[in-house]
């Protein structure tokens, strides 16, 4: 006779979709840069873990959610290379509800890093993965990760110091260490 404990139904589904939706919209959002894209994604994340939800067990299904949702941003910016864009009738802004409120010079200077360098500061800052863990998640090496990581750290700065020109150099960035 088999010991092992039952599998998750649609009732514990439920619950975990409602717990994770906050953080894994913030993350989205992160991903992203736009709330829109990040609801897109945050849903197709859920839809993926429900159809593997009764099917497979998970040791820890809010991480596997995050690496679902990393992949699943990584594909769509592969579509998104491809396809053509044409501009379409305007669409009246609706707002969306974030988990927390981002400046505007950040979600604009997110705006500027290539997806991989966004995907890989969010990894980083907003999931608090290591090296390691950014690369596993990505599918790259980790050499890759820290390419991404410093890249996107310096073009951040860099949108920081055009901000507030009077500000002084950031600990760690190239103006302070030529000083």
Not at 24 to 33: K, Y
Not at 103 to 123: G, I, K, M, S, Y
Request: one cysteine or more; charged letters at 25%; glycine letters at 8%.
């Amino acid at each position: 006779m088999s010991t092992h404990p039952p599998r998750p139904g649609p009732a514990e589904f439920a619950d975990f979709a409602q717990a994770q939706t906050p953080g894994l919209l913030g993350f989205a959002h992160a991903l992203t840069g736009n709330p829109h894209d990040a609801w897109d994604l945050t849903q197709e994340t859920l839809v993926r873990m429900g159809e593997r939800w009764g099917r497979t067990r998970f040791d820890e299904p809010a991480a596997y959610a995050r690496t679902v949702m990393t992949r699943l941003n990584i594909d769509r910016l592969r579509r998104f290379r491809r396809e053509v864009l044409t501009p379409g009738p305007r669409r009246e802004d609706t707002r969306v509800q974030l988990v927390g409120e981002l400046d505007a010079w950040l979600v604009e200077a997110l705006a500027t890093l290539t997806p991989r360098q966004r995907t890989a500061l969010a990894l980083r800052y907003v999931e608090d993965l290591d090296v390691r863990g950014i690369a596993e998640r990505m599918g790259c090496a980790e050499g890759t990760v820290k390419s991404h990581l410093s890249r996107g750290t310096e073009r951040l700065q860099e949108q920081l110091g055009a901000r507030r020109p009077h500000h002084p150099a950031l600990p760690g960035s190239q103006e302070a260490t030529q000083r």
